[in-house]
């Protein structure tokens, strides 16, 4: 059976990848998308009673839309902006 070059590309990078980084909190070691998640929640949570306080909760709608979409921004920019190699 021969292998595609794509194929080949795709097996290396799954062999050669290490896995996701380690975050230790208080000698426990989490996946660090773990934290990553945790920090988006805090922040959307956080963005949210501010667009309240100011008066952007009413531009902010549908909220079962808007959050979602903005937990997972701030999760992948966190992400993007500590653990990018």
């Given amino acids: 059976m021969i292998i ?15 896995g996701d980084p380690l975050v230790n909190v208080a000698g426990a070691y989490f996946p660090a998308w773990l934290a990553c998640m945790l ?7 956080i963005l949210h009673a501010l667009a309240g306080r100011v008066g952007l909760a009413a531009a902010l ?13 701030l999760t992948c920019a966190v992400w993007l902006l500590i653990f990018s190699a």
């Fill in 4 to 18: 595609g070059p794509m194929k080949l590309t795709g097996l290396l990078a799954l062999i050669k990848s290490s």
């Fill in 39 to 45: 920090a988006g929640v805090i922040g959307t949570w």
């Fill in 61 to 73: 709608r549908p909220a079962p839309l808007i959050l979602p979409c903005l937990f997972t921004t």
